[in-house]
């Protein structure tokens, strides 16, 4: 292996000749060698970047691609000894947060994120970086993160820069981490808002919830990671012989990430609680929407029973003037003297006996 530790190994990628990869092709976003923290060159191709190496022993270079094709990340494993498999994870993308270290070099993705509220959608960034003794290799697949920043910082203290690649891997997980703070700000005031329409007794609440719900664990799984990540840069720590002031950053990385993943496990616990406070308050509101369907039902049945007890009392009065009204020749009592008192009698002992009755029995 040369000094800088980029001859390939049996199971590397065999790299194209140089001018295999066409300019006019090119991924390259940024693309700078730097000595002592400054910086030396800018390349403008990958062979450039070769050459350049070769030609500066104590030199860093950092290759900022977006999208590259495959044939500049061939190129990339054949000079600088990555692995294929890592290689493949940043052809395809699409991976979860992880690090691995394939001999001298550190693979590492990572998940840029950031809120958009007028959606209530976190959205995701995917980087990957490889990171050897003397090279920085980030690879993006999306807008975010913004790495022109990160190096814009760096390159302002050229003190840290100096550290070489391993104060760019704490400078790019400090910038994704503080990324991440928006994201728990934007979050906990959906979660306030979803609060006060549950209590409000919106009905559109409980998809906000679910959907809140997903945007969450999805976060989660690009933040929870990190922890992982981190506790195997800090048990490198001596190994590798990373200086203090770089193990005190990379601490307080890991202290705002476990903060974040605590906010995040909060979140989840809460959308559960509002779920469940929200299921309750819905079943309330049925059951106190069926009982006031249940008592109009009785205050229905009440009118009702009422209308037919007076209905009953009038109808007695009508059958006997009715009867007598006929004005047959052959009826009884038609010539009596008493007949028209008696059918008047009759009219009112059967009113008050039905009238009587109802009361007992509460119709009326």
Known sequence: MSPRGRAPKPDQVDAPSVDSVHPSRSSLIDNA????????????????????????PDAMAWIGLYRPSTEELTSLAGQFGLHELAVEDAILAHQRPKIERYGTTLFVVLRAAQYLDDREEVDFGELHLFIGRNFVITVRHSESPDLSIVRARLESTPELLARGTEAVLYAILDTVVDGYAPVVAGLANDIDEIETQVFGGDPEVSRRIYELSREVIDFQRAAQPLVGILDSISGGFDKYGIAEDLQQYLRDVADHVAHVNERVDEFRQLLRDILTVNGTLVAQRQNDEMRQVGEASNRQAEEAR?????????????????????????????????????????????????????????WI
């Open 33 to 56: 060698i730097y000595e002592a923290g400054r910086r030396v060159e800018t390349p403008s191709t990958l062979g450039s970047t070769y050459a350049a190496l070769d030609s500066r």
């Open 306 to 362: 009422k209308i037919s007890g007076w209905a009953a009392i009038l109808f007695a009065p009508s059958l006997v003037g009715g009867i007598y009204g006929m004005n047959f020749h052959n009826m009884p009592e038609l010539a009596w003297p008493f007949g028209y008192p008696l059918a008047l009698g009759l009219m009112a002992a059967v009113s008050v006996t039905l009238y009587l009755v109802f009361k007992k029995r509460k």
